[in-house]
């Protein structure tokens, strides 16, 4: 018998890198700050990419460009209430001026430098994969990834 839980939550993120640096953002929950790579769910009925380009223009207010898939992660709660499949593309920015969205968990964005990386609180926990892509030590990534909680 299915529930509110039995759904896989698909989440797109934008892989931007410019200068040795790669894009993130932030988000503020209960007073907790965590870095993303930026995007979001995907809609029924949306192509991954499509998805993308409307979560990328409404966080950051910018126009990009979808290249390849590069990086799926996907972690499921060990109560399995959630489970979500994270998909990163490479992308490359078609207008220049970033400005944060107006979404209420949006805290902040930056572009980091590889050992920058490292330190952050990063959901899914791929700050070693992220690094890799960044610095082209590897071309895809496919991890299964323990759950972190909050």
Known sequence: MANEFDNIRIRVGALIFEEGRALLISHQKENQVYWLIPGGGVNFGETLP?????????ELGIEIEVQDIVLVCESIEPE?????LN??????????SIQLGNDERLHGYRFFLPHEILQLQLFPNINEDLVKLLLGETSKVYRAKSWIPL
């Open 50 to 58: 499509e998805a993308l380009k409307r979560e990328i223009l409404e």
């Open 87 to 96: 998909i990163g593309f490479y992308c490359k920015r078609k207008s220049a």
């Open 80 to 84: 399995g209430r959630r489970h979500i």
